[in-house]
T-cell receptor, first 106, second 113 residues
């Protein structure tokens, strides 16, 4: 079965602090992992996918198959990063975690 | 380039009624997926349509059905509405070749009383 777990409902950090949004997954095959983001009053949109291995808006995520994790990281949080973040896994369908609200305080 | 649009924005129905939600895919996309997002939860996959055929289904009962039209727009139909069907329904479009990069619509908020 495919499952995605985001253990934190809310993560609150100060501007300039490092951010790590946790994501763990369960899947027996070779997974494709994604992070989607939803800013206030905007639609859900793709932030990054693990196969791209790129940094988007300063965010990176590394797939760790041994720990079945795909944590999202940014070294210095900015206020505009405040949003809802969803980790998602694609096997035979796209499965989302419950999401983590990131709140960046000034 | 036109983004994904959904209609209506909000809808209120009563138990037992039927509802149809509509989605226009992003220009050039041939695949549409539907999701149900309950309050405080992530989106849950309902089903996907590619070239007018169902191409994968999540754990939803048969009273959730869909259609895709030749122009790749899509409908989600829900029969015999239940209170638990109250949710935000999201439509997402993509290329079949890259079904995982999905472009989401703004959603339809369905309330069942």
């Amino acid at each position: 079965a495919q499952r995605v777990t985001q253990p934190e409902k809310l993560l609150s950090v100060f501007k300039g602090a490092p951010v790590e949004l946790k994501c763990n997954y369960s899947y027996s095959g070779s997974p494709e992992l994604f992070w989607y983001v939803q800013y206030s009053r905007q639609r859900l949109q793709l932030l990054l996918r693990h196969i791209s291995r790129e940094s988007i808006k300063g965010f990176t995520a590394d797939l760790n198959k041994g720990e079945t994790s795909f944590h999202l990281k940014k070294p210095f949080a900015q206020e505009e990063d405040s949003a809802m973040y969803y980790c998602a896994l694609s096997g035979n369908k796209l499965v989302f975690g419950a999401g983590t609200i990131l709140r960046v305080k000034s | 380039e036109t983004g994904v649009t959904q209609s209506p924005t909000h809808l209120i129905k009563t138990r037992g009624q039927q509802v149809t939600l509509r989605c226009s895919s992003q220009s050039g996309h041939n695949t549409v997926s539907w999701y149900q997002q309950a309050l405080g939860q992530g989106p849950q996959f309902i089903f996907q349509y590619y070239r007018e055929e169902e191409n994968g289904r999540g754990n939803f009962p048969p009273r959730f059905s869909g259609l895709q039209f030749p122009n790749y727009s899509s409908e989600l139909n829900v029969n015999a509405l239940e209170l638990d069907d109250s949710a935000l329904y999201l439509c997402a479009s993509s290329w079949q070749e890259s079904t995982d990069t999905q472009y989401f619509g703004p959603g339809t908020r369905l309330t069942v009383l």
